[in-house]
């Protein structure tokens, strides 16, 4: 079936640096992307989302972009800082019916002092 | 206000046993969800209540899985038989939903299950 996947299982960045986590997905009639970031021991936690007739969105230090054309999804998190270690989803999500998220397999992001 | 609450944290089970988890949603939340995460993977989508609506019961992986949920408001989820795959941290989501937009699911902490 259709699903959203990763690149890269893990990505390390130095304090103070950019990290971009990217994504890809194969369902092009999905009407939502959105970014969990998922703690140590916690359930996933809502970053920014982004609808799918849009290219960006930016939020507190974050920024998501999109581009249908490859099917592509990326987080940009600027001046990272040692609480943005932690594993970073993406998921997709159709408006129609019950919203069911299907996630991709996540990445975890180590930010290095 | 609280959040979507979770319990057990951690259980741990012997193969063959029957568990239940409980989910406690965001008050006034309309739609519950169970996902599964299993050890190394991501989510995955297990059941859906709505209202007074039948759940989507889509997702669930066999038939030892069931769930219900109570007066609109508490849910568990049961595992019969358990099996060593069932082996995953079970997280429940609630939201808000209504027709049209994309409505956030706040997720509980999840619990953690070890079936031996």
């Known amino acids: 079936g259709e699903s959203v996947g990763l690149h890269l299982p893990t990505l390390s960045v130095q304090e103070g640096d950019n990290s971009i986590i990217n994504c890809a997905y194969s369902?092009?009639?999905?009407?939502?992307f959105i970014w969990y970031k998922q703690e140590s021991g916690k359930g996933p936690q809502f970053i920014i989302d982004?609808?799918?007739?849009?290219d960006k969105r930016q939020g507190q230090r974050v920024t998501v972009l999109l581009n249908k054309t490859v099917k592509h999804l990326s987080l940009q998190i600027a001046a990272t800082q040692p609480g943005d270690s932690a594993v970073y989803f993406c998921?997709?999500?159709?408006?129609?019916?019950?919203?069911?998220?299907?996630f991709g397999q996540g990445t975890r992001l180590t930010i290095n002092p | 206000g609280a959040g979507v609450s979770q319990s057990p944290s951690n259980k741990v089970t012997e193969k063959g046993k029957d568990v239940e988890l409980r989910c406690d949603p965001i008050?006034?939340?309309?739609?519950l969800y169970w996902y599964r995460q299993s050890l190394g993977q991501g989510l995955e989508f297990l059941i859906y209540?709505?209202?007074?609506?039948?759940?989507?019961k889509s997702g669930l992986p066999s038939d030892r899985f069931s769930a219900e949920r109570t007066g609109g408001s508490v849910s568990t989820l049961t595992i019969q038989r358990t099996q060593q795959e069932d082996s995953a941290v079970y997280l429940c989501?609630?939201?808000?939903?209504?027709?049209?937009?994309?409505?956030?699911?706040?997720f509980g902490p999840g619990t953690r299950l070890t079936v031996l």
């Open positions: 998921a997709e999500i159709r408006i129609q019916g019950a919203q069911k998220l299907v």
């Open positions: 008050s006034g939340h309309t739609a």
């Open positions: 989501a609630s939201s808000q939903l209504a027709g049209g937009f994309y409505n956030e699911q706040f």
């Open positions: 982004i609808r799918s007739n849009m």
């Open positions: 209540f709505q209202g007074n609506s039948a759940p989507d």
């Open positions: 369902n092009s009639a999905s009407d939502y």
